[in-house]
């Protein structure tokens, strides 16, 4: 803990109001010590977050979590639709402090008699034509769409900060299908990931997919072919009004 004091006193604080959350970050600091051997990139956007980690050299799927955040000041909330590590806590709300430190974001808490501090650094804030947090909606086969409504059993998309995550689960059963994410670049109508973590399959790591898309009437409209080699033609609309709206 002398460390962190140390730390945290030579990065002069400032107001979490004054700084812009949404974007992605990398963790850099656990409890004092520099996360060296693993990769934590959590990405903030339109009041939800995610974050992927993964074994550094090995490229192991490590784990997932996200959900809704609240943010009052210095006061922060984390609501759970998923995570790996611990399914007990999928549907529990659980409270921080957050604080800037200079280029860092400080989160803060006293948990099981325990403290946890992280330090994220921020990788970046950049803004394109499909940053938001998105839900899948609809597919096309055979020229034929299909409609999907979102509910407890959801796929969401999040893009900020030039990264992307997508996760597959089930808010009610607690049941994790699967997450991939990584890097992205969205530029006349091609939208290119690059995958830097896959919990289906290390092995995917490294690889980059191209995609034709645009945005239609608020739906994001995205076709190529998957990571396995099947062309898909999927549609992703707003998780605030096609799932977050019907729902309150």
Known sequence: MKYLFTLLTALIL??????????AWKLTHENGKPVSDKEYIKIYQDGYFSFGAKELGSNKFLGAGGGEFTLSGSEYTESLDFYT????QIGTKNNYSMDFAEDKLVISARIKGKDLIEIWEKIS???DAINGTWVITGRKR?????SMTPG???????LGGGRF??????SETKEFSGTGGGTYTAEDGKYVENITFFSRDDSR???SLEFDFEVVDKQWHH????STGNPIYEIWSSYQEAYLAKIR
């Open 85 to 88: 590590f611990d399914k007990d």
């Open 142 to 146: 055979d020229g034929e769409i299909s």
């Open 152 to 158: 407890a059993r959801r796929t969401v998309k999040i």
């Open 205 to 207: 790591v490294g690889a």
């Open 165 to 170: 995550q997508w996760i597959a689960f089930n």
């Open 223 to 226: 076709s190529g072919m998957s």
């Open 125 to 127: 804030d950049r803004d």
């Open 14 to 23: 400032s107001p979490i109001w004054a700084q812009n959350i949404e974007g």
